[in-house]
Protein backbone atom coordinates (compact mmCIF):
# COMPACT_ATOMS: atom_id res chain seq x y z
CA UNK A 1 0.00 0.00 0.00
CA UNK A 2 1.54 3.10 -0.96
CA UNK A 3 -0.20 6.07 0.97
CA UNK A 4 0.08 10.34 -0.13
CA UNK A 5 -0.93 12.80 2.24
CA UNK A 6 -2.16 16.14 1.31
CA UNK A 7 -3.89 19.11 2.53
CA UNK A 8 -1.35 20.86 4.72
CA UNK A 9 -0.76 25.03 4.58
CA UNK A 10 -1.32 27.72 6.55
CA UNK A 11 -4.08 29.06 8.41
CA UNK A 12 -5.06 31.29 10.48
CA UNK A 13 -5.99 30.00 14.10
CA UNK A 14 -9.40 29.32 14.40
CA UNK A 15 -9.26 28.30 11.08
CA UNK A 16 -9.74 24.95 8.83
CA UNK A 17 -8.08 22.63 7.33
CA UNK A 18 -9.15 18.95 5.47
CA UNK A 19 -6.08 16.89 5.16
CA UNK A 20 -6.84 13.44 2.39
CA UNK A 21 -4.72 10.12 2.80
CA UNK A 22 -5.05 8.45 -0.25
CA UNK A 23 -4.12 4.82 -0.67
CA UNK A 24 -3.35 3.16 -3.72
CA UNK A 25 -1.46 -0.71 -4.47
CA UNK A 26 -4.77 -2.22 -2.85
CA UNK A 27 -7.55 -2.07 -1.92
CA UNK A 28 -7.64 0.38 1.44
CA UNK A 29 -10.95 -0.86 2.61
CA UNK A 30 -9.32 -3.45 4.73
CA UNK A 31 -6.92 -1.31 6.73
CA UNK A 32 -7.01 0.62 9.63
CA UNK A 33 -5.82 4.09 9.00
CA UNK A 34 -4.14 7.11 11.91
CA UNK A 35 -2.77 10.27 11.29
CA UNK A 36 -0.11 10.94 13.51
CA UNK A 37 2.22 14.44 13.63
CA UNK A 38 5.71 16.01 14.96
CA UNK A 39 5.93 19.47 15.82
CA UNK A 40 9.56 20.51 15.63
CA UNK A 41 11.43 19.54 18.45
CA UNK A 42 8.78 17.37 19.53
CA UNK A 43 8.50 13.42 18.90
CA UNK A 44 6.03 11.91 16.83
CA UNK A 45 2.56 11.54 18.32
CA UNK A 46 -0.96 10.25 17.55
CA UNK A 47 -3.76 12.52 16.58
CA UNK A 48 -6.54 10.33 15.28
CA UNK A 49 -7.24 6.41 13.48
CA UNK A 50 -10.23 4.60 12.36
CA UNK A 51 -10.85 1.54 11.51
CA UNK A 52 -11.09 -0.94 8.86
CA UNK A 53 -15.01 -0.60 8.96
CA UNK A 54 -15.37 2.92 9.83
CA UNK A 55 -16.87 1.65 12.93
CA UNK A 56 -14.62 2.91 14.83
CA UNK A 57 -12.22 6.29 15.76
CA UNK A 58 -10.07 7.60 18.09
CA UNK A 59 -8.99 10.60 19.08
CA UNK A 60 -6.06 12.22 21.57
CA UNK A 61 -7.69 14.31 23.88
CA UNK A 62 -6.36 17.82 22.60
CA UNK A 63 -8.54 17.38 19.10
CA UNK A 64 -11.58 15.85 20.39
CA UNK A 65 -14.43 18.28 19.31
CA UNK A 66 -12.13 19.39 16.43
CA UNK A 67 -10.95 17.11 14.35
CA UNK A 68 -13.03 14.59 12.41
CA UNK A 69 -11.63 11.66 10.63
CA UNK A 70 -13.52 9.81 7.88
CA UNK A 71 -12.95 7.57 4.72
CA UNK A 72 -14.32 7.32 1.51
CA UNK A 73 -14.13 3.93 0.15
CA UNK A 74 -14.85 4.87 -3.25
CA UNK A 75 -11.82 6.90 -3.26
CA UNK A 76 -9.92 5.01 -1.55
CA UNK A 77 -9.25 7.87 0.85
CA UNK A 78 -8.87 8.76 4.61
CA UNK A 79 -9.91 12.71 5.42
CA UNK A 80 -8.83 14.30 8.60
CA UNK A 81 -11.33 17.33 9.19
CA UNK A 82 -9.91 19.73 11.62
CA UNK A 83 -11.46 23.24 13.15
CA UNK A 84 -10.87 25.41 15.52
CA UNK A 85 -7.08 25.22 15.29
CA UNK A 86 -4.44 26.19 17.50
CA UNK A 87 -0.88 27.10 17.01
CA UNK A 88 -0.05 24.24 18.78
CA UNK A 89 -1.43 22.06 16.00
CA UNK A 90 1.66 23.13 14.15
CA UNK A 91 3.51 19.88 12.90
CA UNK A 92 3.97 18.14 9.90
CA UNK A 93 1.08 15.41 9.84
CA UNK A 94 1.76 11.83 8.63
CA UNK A 95 -1.21 9.32 7.98
CA UNK A 96 -0.14 5.30 8.63
CA UNK A 97 -2.20 2.23 7.65
CA UNK A 98 -2.08 -1.22 9.01
CA UNK A 99 -3.49 -4.65 8.29
CA UNK A 100 -6.20 -5.81 10.77
CA UNK A 101 -3.90 -8.82 11.73
CA UNK A 102 -1.26 -6.29 11.77
CA UNK A 103 -0.81 -5.24 15.21
CA UNK A 104 -3.15 -4.63 17.94
CA UNK A 105 -3.57 -1.08 18.59
CA UNK A 106 -4.25 1.99 16.24
CA UNK A 107 -3.01 4.58 19.24
CA UNK A 108 1.23 3.12 18.53
CA UNK A 109 3.62 3.93 15.46
CA UNK A 110 5.13 0.41 15.87
CA UNK A 111 1.36 -1.00 15.22
CA UNK A 112 1.57 0.32 11.47
CA UNK A 113 2.60 -1.26 8.36
CA UNK A 114 2.29 1.72 5.95
CA UNK A 115 3.48 5.17 6.23
CA UNK A 116 2.63 8.63 3.68
CA UNK A 117 5.22 11.21 3.61
CA UNK A 118 4.07 14.06 5.56
CA UNK A 119 2.09 17.52 4.91
CA UNK A 120 3.07 20.61 6.83
CA UNK A 121 0.22 22.53 8.61
CA UNK A 122 1.35 25.78 9.87
CA UNK A 123 -1.26 27.54 12.16
CA UNK A 124 -0.42 31.34 12.87
CA UNK A 125 -1.71 33.50 15.80
Known amino acids: VQLQASGGGLVQAGGSLRLSCAAS????????VGWFRQAPGKEREFVAA????????YYVDSVKGRFTISRDGAKNTVYLQMGSLKPEDTAVYYCAARARTYGSSFYYESHYQYWGQGTLVTVSS
Open 25 to 32: GRPFGSYG
Open 50 to 57: ISWSAGNT
